[in-house]
Every structure is written in structure tokens, then in C-alpha cells.
């Protein structure tokens, strides 16, 4: 007769099934059940010092992979340290399955030690979130967990687990029956379609109308694995791409059609192209503000396409001309099997259609946007400028790479100055901006790819917010490279406070700070301060130079800023390329004067 099995080996068996290879967690009193079973479970499991920790670490693991990350923590304190991570991979479309103790059932609404309502706390972190009440439904709940995880719109699911359940016995028997459609494993991505062929034959209609298009890629692309067909519809028209933040990494930084960024922080080339433009086709992209800027200015000369899984990013912050609801790597290779059969039959051919010359002259005006104010900074400065570091690193990194960034000016310029060659090698808290993100998920995606080069590139701010996981990296001897962007300050804050608040610089001082290299030295991580230029070079090549965890800390330039901004309530068109000039041009009068 089969062993009853407890509630804690049915949800370990659940997460092989999925083929869960790693969990992030940190154990308390509710989940040792879970614990105890996990001793010989065969799931690897690392424990990080904070939960938020290990919501960003299962955040960077499905970034870099593609599969759900899994994280664990105990009830109450330990479940609502994980909201920022989850509230983080919601507003980035990750799939994450968060585990969470719950004291027992009996106990609860009674204020128990370390009780918290944590389905309804994380009912607006999460996109589905499901309270297990017996331990025979366990399986199902877990598959439904990460089906949901994945399908459609991506995000993070909570899976809340009373204690008594988590001990409570079962016959597998009765465990199966109440959990019925096994997949063995295998993660179903539905994705919904909305679209018609005729929505296909206009957008293609649409494409070939224009002269002055642009493809504006986000994070979808990345999700539904997109890039590919966004590349072939990019050559096959000589359409050029901008990523939004998210999309980072979809389309090759270095390829003759990519304009880089578009936005806040854009360049003034990708931002005049989106003023000028006459076809905008968004593909996985929200319009968010950071990207539109006032939207009433945004893109006013072009006709809108939209592409997105979500129906209701539909016309939600700008109105779009048509759309096509489903998933973006379906949608764009149905516009190119479209656009190749129109060019076989000659449709093309029509009065209607823009030539290639025109499409040629479009590339030539935003070359010449580019060669009018390139992305550029004081190469020749005697201080170390912290665009330099981010060059450098691109330079002497694999092409392979997967680079975790933390939130701030950092994170901009890493935008800007670091090349892509790959999907899925840029990681990033996007959409909400959690500081203290870049290296817990740079440990992440190091787990799921323990052979490849993972840096992570953060500023001394966010970076204290979650270096007490050096120990994590200490004890699992992960190999990260952490390059910290070091200006001693709050640099966006401060910059703001500089540019729009009168240089009323209040409470960004960070002087106050350990020494990092140091610090790292005591956990028993090699460690190096990096001052001067003329250290930079050796310098990353040693950070880079093998398979060991290390970290640098590069002392940048404090009053370095991001350029260009548009600034907060402008147009795209309003954007100031280059900090303005007057003071150095007084004191070179100054100088005058005195001779």
C-alpha cells in the first residue's frame, strides 16, 4: 500500500513536474515543513539573507531563461518582504511563482504570530494569487500556478500555504484524482488572437504605405521571443527599430538599422525620428510615459499600429490606428509572410507604395540626426567618467553577456553605451523602478546560466539596499561580476534636484558608505577601488578576467549627468541634448578678463 504522502511532498513533487531546477527562499517557522522536505528533495535551493532578495533573484532567472522563476518565503514578514519583487516582475510581465507560508488554518483571521492576509496583500502585486485549503489540491493549484505564470501576458503568481496543510497527509491516489490534466511538465503558452487576416493585409498595406516608418519594440518582443521576426521585418523593409527599456537587448545595438533607446533619456536621433515618422508600429510596448513624454505631442505625424497579447494595452495611453491583439511573434511573422507574398505576386508594384529610395533617404536624415548630437561625453576628462566605464565594459565583455542593472543614472547610461549582440542579456526593473534589483538578479541569472558572464552594473545607492546577499554570492561561490557606478550620491535625485529644484540638494548624500572593496574582501570576494582613468582598462579586465565572483568599485565623476532629458510634462521634440553651457563659458571670460 502507497505511503500517504504530506502536503510538503506533494508541492516538491508538484515543482518537479515543472522541472524547477532552483528555488530562492529564506526558511521560517511556518514553511519548516516545506524545509524538512526540501532536505532531500533533489531541488536545489539557496538561501539569500533577504525575501526581496529572492523575488529579484527568481526575477532575473526568467529574464535570462525564459522560464519561471520560483521563490519561497515564511508567513507574514517573510511573505510581505517579497511584494516589491513580485509588484516589480508584474509591471514587467515576468513569470514568477512565489511561495508562501501561512500560519495554520485554524489560526487564521486570529492575529497568530506572524500572520498577514497575504493573498490580499499581493492581490495588486501579483496577476493571480491562490490560497491552498487542503493538501490533495495541491498539484493542481501548482500547475494552474505556472500555466497562468506564462500564458498570455506574463507575470508572478502567489501560491499562499497554511502550515497544517504543508504536514497534513495524503494518499497520492487521492492527491491525483484531485488534480486532474497532468502535463508532465510541460508549460502550455497560450496566448490569445484577436487578429483577422484582413488585420494582417492592412498592417502589411499600412507598411508599405509608408516612407518614414519605425518599429518600436518593449518588452514584449523579449517575451514571446520575438526577435527573430522583428530582424526580418526590420531588413526585409529597411525599417529602423528603437527598444523601449524593456526591450533592451531584442534588436543588435550594433546593427546599421537600430536606433538605441527612444524617450526620456533617448537619443536626439531616435527621439526625432519618432517626431517626424509617418507609420509607428509598437510591438510589446505600453506607451508608457517615461517613453511618450506629453502624449498629445507624441509621434502626431504617424499612423499607429499596435501589437501586444493584452487587449487592455489597447488605446489605454495613445490611440492607435490598428491593432492586432496576440502574440508578437505570431502577428510579425504573419506581416512578413504577407509582405513576401504581395512582393511574389507584384502587389507591391502600386502607386501607393514607398520605394526604397524613399526608405533610403529616411535612414539618411536620421544618420544625419545622429552626426548633429551623437551620444557622446568628455572622453579626455583627467576624472573618471562613468559613460568611460560603461564603454569599456562593453568592450571587454563576451558578446554573450547578461547584464543586471540596478535603478538610476547607471542604468541610463548602461542604455546608452552598452552593446547588445543577444536577447535576453539585459535585465532591468523597468516599469517600477526598484532600486536595489541589479544584483540579486544578477545572481539569478547566473544560476540559470552558471557558464556564462553575468555583471552586475549598479550604483552605490541601490546597491546597499541588497548587498548584504554578498554572503549568497560568498557561500555558493557564484560567480558575478558587480561593477558599482560610485558618484557618492543619489545621482538621478541629485540631478533632478540640480536641473529643475534650483540645486536645492537635499538628503542624496551618500559619503556615508562602506568601503566596497573592502567590504567584499570580508566576505571572502576579491575586491578593487578603481579612481583614475588610466586604471580603468586593467582594471575591467581583471574583473572580467574568470570564473569567480568580484567586484569593483568605480569612483565616477559626482556631477556627471544624463543627457539628453526630456523634461518632466515635455514633448519628445523639447528633449535638452546637452547640459547648458553659460558657467564655462563665464569662466573662460573670467580667464579672458584676468589676462
Known amino acids: 500500500m502507497p505511503k500517504p504522502l504530506s502536503g510538503s511532498e506533494l508541492l516538491l513533487r508538484s515543482l518537479v513536474e515543472q522541472r524547477v531546477d532552483v528555488v530562492f527562499g529564506l526558511p521560517g517557522g511556518a514553511v519548516l515543513p516545506l ?30 531563461s525564459g522560464k519561471p522563476g520560483v521563490c519561497l518565503a515564511t508567513s507574514g514578514p517573510g511573505a510581505t518582504n517579497l511584494l516589491t519583487g513580485l509588484t516589480s516582475a508584474l509591471m514587467d510581465s515576468i513569470p514568477v511563482v512565489a511561495l508562501t507560508g501561512q500560519v495554520p488554518a485554524s489560526l487564521i483571521g486570529k492575529d497568530a504570530f506572524q500572520e498577514a492576509d ?11 494569487c491562490f490560497a ?35 504536514v497534513e497527509k495524503v494518499e497520492e491516489d487521492i492527491a491525483q484524482a484531485a488534480s486532474p490534466g497532468s502535463n508532465d511538465g510541460q508549460l502550455t503558452r497560450r496566448r490569445s488572437r484577436e487578429w483577422l487576416p484582413a488585420d494582417i493585409e492592412r498592417a ?69 525620428a519618432i517626431c517626424e515618422c509617418d507609420l509607428l ?48 511573434r505570431e502577428a510579425l511573422a504573419a506581416i512578413v509572410d504577407c509582405l513576401k507574398h504581395r512582393a511574389r505576386c507584384a502587389d507591391s508594384g502600386s502607386d501607393r507604395t514607398a520605394s526604397l529610395e524613399d526608405r533610403r533617404r529616411w535612414l539618411e536624415q536620421i544618420d544625419r540626426w545622429r552626426a548633429e548630437h551623437p551620444l557622446t561625453y568628455d572622453k579626455y576628462a583627467h576624472n573618471l567618467k562613468p559613460q568611460h566605464v560603461i564603454e569599456t ?48 538578479a544578477a545572481m539569478g541569472a547566473q544560476v540559470a546560466f552558471p557558464d556564462r558572464q553575468v555583471i552586475a552594473i549598479v550604483g552605490d545607492g541601490g546597491f546597499q539596499m ?18 558599482i557606478i560610485n558618484n557618492r550620491a543619489l545621482g538621478m535625485v541629485r540631478q533632478w534636484q540640480e536641473i529643475f529644484f534650483e540645486k536645492r540638494y537635499c538628503d542624496i548624500d551618500l559619503n556615508f558608505a562602506p568601503d566596497f572593496a573592502k567590504l567584499a574582501e570580508s566576505y571572502g570576494i576579491r575586491g578593487m577601488r578603481v579612481e583614475h582613468r588610466t586604471e580603468l582598462r ?7 578576467s574568470d570564473r569567480e565572483p568580484r567586484l569593483a568599485d568605480f569612483w565616477v565623476d559626482p556631477a556627471e549627468n544624463v543627457y539628453p532629458i526630456v523634461p518632466p510634462g515635455g514633448a519628445l521634440a523639447d528633449m535638452v541634448v546637452e547640459p547648458p553651457r553659460v558657467l564655462v563659458e563665464e569662466e573662460a571670460l573670467d580667464d579672458l578678463w584676468a589676462v
Open 35 to 64: 524545509y524538512d522536505a526540501l532536505y532531500s528533495a533533489g531541488i536545489r535551493h539557496l538561501l539569500v539573507r533577504h525575501e526581496q532578495a529572492a523575488a529579484f533573484a527568481a526575477d532575473g532567472y526568467a529574464r535570462a
Open 118 to 128: 497575504t493573498v490580499g496583500l499581493s492581490l495588486p502585486a501579483t496577476k493571480h
Open 132 to 166: 491552498v485549503r487542503t493538501a490533495a489540491e495541491i498539484p493542481s493549484i501548482i500547475r494552474r500556478a505556472f500555466h497562468t505564470a506564462v500564458s498570455g501576458r506574463p507575470g508572478p503568481v502567489l501560491v499562499d500555504l497554511p502550515k497544517s496543510v504543508l
Open 204 to 272: 502589411a498595406a499600412m507598411l508599405l504605405e509608408s516612407r518614414r516608418a519605425v518599429l518600436y519594440a518593449g518588452g514584449g518582443v523579449v517575451h514571446a521571443e520575438a526577435w527573430k521576426e522583428l530582424r526580418e521585418l526590420a531588413e526585409l523593409l529597411q525599417i529602423p527599430v528603437t527598444t523601449t527599456l524593456m526591450g533592451m537587448s531584442a534588436f543588435p545595438s550594433r546593427h546599421p538599422l537600430s536606433l538605441g533607446m527612444l524617450g526620456m533619456h533617448g537619443s536626439y536621433a531616435t527621439n526625432m
Open 281 to 328: 508600429v509598437a510591438i510589446g510596448a505600453r506607451f508608457d510615459d517615461r517613453v511618450t513624454g506629453r502624449v498629445d505631442a507624441f509621434a502626431v505625424n504617424a499612423r499607429k499600429i499596435q501589437i501586444d497579447v493584452d487587449p487592455s494595452e489597447v488605446n489605454k495611453n495613445v490611440r492607435v490606428d490598428l491593432a492586432l491583439v496576440g502574440d508578437a
Open 393 to 440: 565594459l562593453s568592450r571587454y565583455a563576451e558578446e554573450d553577456a547578461i547584464v543586471a542593472v540596478d535603478v538610476g543614472q547607471h542604468q541610463m547610461w548602461a542604455a546608452q553605451f552598452y552593446d547588445f549582440y543577444h536577447p535576453r542579456t539585459w535585465l532591468s526593473s523597468s516599469g517600477l523602478g526598484a532600486m536595489g534589483y541589479g544584483f540579486p
Open 466 to 483: 541588497t548587498l548584504n546577499d554578498l554572503a549568497t554570492v560568498a557561500q555558493y561561490r557564484i560567480p558575478v561580476k558587480i561593477a
Open 538 to 544: 586593467d582594471a575591467i579586465r581583471e574583473l572580467l
